[in-house]
């Protein structure tokens, strides 16, 4: 049996599904990007939300592997940005979201998105599955 690899983007972390993240993959990871945005999104002004946000992020970190930024992830972001541009589209709004799916590229995961047309383009490269 073929075990799933999955990392989730942001929109995954902040908003997870209904019935969880293992309903979509036997493996999660988190991407180093993603701690970034966590990290940002943590200094709301609402001090309660600041807490429960920060919270949250202290128990992805305690229970997932942190994926880095290295030199492959950063190759296949610029191919990413390049396919994305080649479609039609402007890469640069993107830019987090495609360091993200380079990173789940490098580690030959699927990427888990509440987003799926932030991703439009890298459908040759990337398998990404929308969750609910």
Do not use: K
Not at 27 to 42: F, R
Not at 77 to 96: H, L, Q
């Amino acid at each position: 049996m073929t075990r799933v690899v999955a990392l989730p983007d942001t929109s995954v972390w902040t908003q997870p599904p209904a019935e969880g993240i293992a309903a979509y993959a036997d493996e999660v990871a988190v991407s180093m990007v993603t701690v970034a945005e966590l990290q940002y999104g943590s200094t709301v002004h609402n001090q309660l939300q600041a807490l429960a946000r920060r919270r949250r992020l202290r128990a992805i970190l305690e229970h997932y592997a942190v994926l880095p930024l290295d030199l492959p992830t950063c190759e296949l972001y610029g191919a990413f940005a390049g396919m994305v541009r080649d479609s039609g589209r402007n890469p640069r709004p993107r830019r987090f979201d495609l360091l993200i799916a380079a990173t789940a590229a490098r580690h030959q995961m699927i990427l888990l998105t509440r987003d799926h047309g932030g991703f439009v383009g890298l459908e040759s490269a990337l398998r990404v599955v929308r969750v609910e």
